[in-house]
């Protein structure tokens, strides 16, 4: 049997596959005979690209499409026997990339055909840059993927290199390292199928009040461990530089989770004017967050800010860094409070370039505000 097709964007394939009856019990029935016929053949993949949407749940097409698309070199080879065929070989895909869905939906398992192949070490070489794009974020990677076994019990190993990628979480992209890694494994029979093992390192900078109660930029530096699809297996961990951030404090404006659970803390035990005042002063800085980083981003500036409080309302910030370490920062209060000056700060920081756990926490600056024409300002701050 030989066959030949072309792709649906171009390239071919082509192949030849044997039958043969020699060892065959001739008193075997007409059934029997195919069944038991040996298999030897190979199919050729020239540059055979392609490019398809696959719906992972039928019943929800739309919201559970898979676009995908690359091109195939090498070839796959099949023998066994016609009842049990054994594919093998190794394909090389190239341009290869995948569009994830937000939901895979719950597709429901068909029946295994009696004629179920055995696979024996088929892999796949996944070309450098190859694309992975889902709805947080996207990634390129390389590597490889082995496939064993029958489909009632089917091994599959994929891990890959990540090149670079980008996680694009509500209020800060996380940018991944060349030295990550994300390992794919697939066993049939086991308890917990599917594993997605990720090692990975990233970065990203946030604005954020200091211990000293100002904003500053700081830069991130995040670690993932573990199977993403198990959260309590998965490990984060996060540090700053200046490293005036904690773990949880990094973790919850990247992920919003201070807003969160400060609005829950605040519905069980505090008044409607304390409450309102607590939305307004967690919920305007987070829900204007993207807004503000690209307005800031256009106007080469650090950050801009909204920010609010219960004693000045709304207040305007932004900030830019001069040089390494120097900061140049500015305040306004958007609306006068009855009573009080009309507030504003301008000052120019500089953090003390130093190791020492003593010295490196402290901030030099000089600068004006309402009630100052000018002043000089000392800040030093430690976390108990």
Same mark, same amino acid.
């Given at each position: 049997?030989?066959?030949?097709?072309?792709?649906?964007?171009?390239?071919?394939?082509?192949?030849?596959?044997?039958?043969?009856?020699?060892?065959?019990?001739?008193?075997?029935?007409?059934?029997?005979?195919?069944?038991?016929?040996?298999?030897?053949?190979?199919?050729?993949?020239?540059?055979?690209?392609?490019?398809?949407?696959?719906?992972?749940?039928?019943?929800?097409?739309?919201?559970?499409?898979?676009?995908?698309?690359?091109?195939?070199?090498?070839?796959?080879?099949?023998?066994?026997?016609?009842?049990?065929?054994?594919?093998?070989?190794?394909?090389?895909?190239?341009?290869?990339?995948?569009?994830?869905? %937000?939901?895979?939906?719950?597709?429901?398992?068909?029946?295994?055909?009696?004629?179920?192949?055995? #696979?024996?070490?088929?892999?796949?070489?996944?070309?450098?840059?190859?694309?992975? *794009?889902?709805?947080?974020?996207? &990634?390129?990677?390389?590597?490889?993927? &082995?496939?064993?076994?029958?489909?009632?019990?089917?091994?599959?190993?994929?891990?890959?290199?990540?090149?670079?990628?980008?996680?694009?979480?509500?209020?800060?992209?996380?940018?991944?390292?060349?030295?990550?890694?994300?390992? &794919?494994?697939?066993?049939?029979?086991?308890?917990?199928?599917?594993?997605?093992?990720?090692?990975?390192?990233?970065?990203?900078?946030?604005?954020?009040?200091?211990?000293?109660?100002?904003?500053?930029? #700081?830069? &991130?530096?995040?670690? #993932?461990?573990?199977?993403?699809?198990?959260?309590?297996?998965?490990?984060? *961990?996060?540090?700053?530089?200046?490293?005036?951030?904690?773990?949880?404090?990094?973790?919850?404006?990247?992920?919003?989770?201070?807003?969160?659970?400060?609005?829950?803390?605040?519905?069980?035990?505090?008044?409607?004017?304390?409450?309102?005042?607590?939305?307004?002063?967690?919920?305007?800085?987070?829900?204007?967050?993207?807004?503000?980083?690209?307005?800031?981003?256009?106007?080469?500036?650090?950050?801009?800010?909204?920010?609010?409080?219960?004693?000045?309302?709304?207040?305007?910030?932004?900030?830019?860094?001069?040089?390494?370490?120097?900061?140049?920062?500015?305040?306004?209060?958007?609306?006068?409070?009855?009573?009080?000056?009309?507030?504003?700060?301008?000052?120019?920081?500089?953090?003390?370039?130093?190791?020492?756990?003593?010295?490196?926490?402290?901030?030099? %600056?000089?600068?004006? *505000?309402?009630?100052?024409?000018?002043?000089?300002?000392?800040?030093w701050s430690r976390r108990f």
């Amino acid at each position: 049997l030989s066959l030949t097709a072309d792709g649906s964007h171009g390239g071919a394939a082509s192949g030849a596959v044997t039958a043969n009856w020699s060892e065959v019990d001739g008193e075997s029935s007409l059934a029997g005979l195919i069944s038991e016929a040996a298999l030897n053949g190979a199919i050729l993949f020239e540059d055979f690209s392609f490019a398809e949407e696959l719906a992972a749940d039928p019943k929800q097409p739309e919201e559970t499409t898979i676009k995908t698309g690359g091109s195939l070199f090498g070839s796959v080879t099949l023998g066994g026997r016609v009842s049990e065929p054994v594919i093998g070989g190794v394909i090389n895909l190239a341009s290869f990339f995948a569009e994830l869905p %937000g939901s895979f939906g719950e597709p429901e398992a068909g029946a295994v055909p009696p004629e179920t192949p055995r #696979f024996d070490d088929l892999t796949i070489n996944i070309a450098p840059m190859s694309l992975i *794009d889902f709805p947080l974020g996207s &990634v390129h990677i390389s590597g490889k993927a &082995v496939i064993d076994g029958t489909l009632a019990d089917l091994n599959i190993d994929a891990p890959a290199q990540i090149s670079d990628g980008l996680l694009d979480l509500p209020n800060a992209p996380i940018t991944l390292e060349e030295n990550s890694s994300l390992r &794919v494994q697939y066993q049939s029979s086991a308890d917990e199928p599917l594993k997605v093992e990720l090692n990975a390192n990233g970065t990203t900078a946030v604005t954020a009040r200091s211990l000293t109660g100002q904003y500053e930029r #700081f830069n &991130v530096f995040l670690t #993932f461990r573990g199977n993403l699809l198990n959260p309590e297996g998965l490990n984060m *961990d996060a540090y700053s530089e200046p490293p005036d951030l904690t773990k949880d404090q990094i973790l919850g404006i990247i992920g919003q989770k201070q807003l969160v659970e400060s609005l829950a803390g605040s519905v069980t035990g505090s008044s409607q004017t304390q409450l309102s005042d607590t939305i307004f002063s967690l919920a305007v800085p987070t829900l204007t967050s993207r807004f503000t980083q690209e307005l800031a981003s256009s106007l080469s500036l650090d950050y801009i800010t909204l920010d609010y409080n219960a004693f000045d309302g709304a207040m305007f910030r932004a900030g830019k860094t001069v040089s390494p370490g120097l900061m140049l920062h500015g305040s306004r209060q958007l609306k006068q409070q009855e009573n009080q000056l009309f507030r504003y700060d301008l000052r120019l920081t500089w953090r003390v370039p130093s190791q020492d756990k003593v010295f490196s926490r402290l901030r030099l %600056g000089v600068g004006t *505000d309402q009630y100052r024409p000018w002043k000089i300002t000392f800040d030093w701050s430690r976390r108990f």
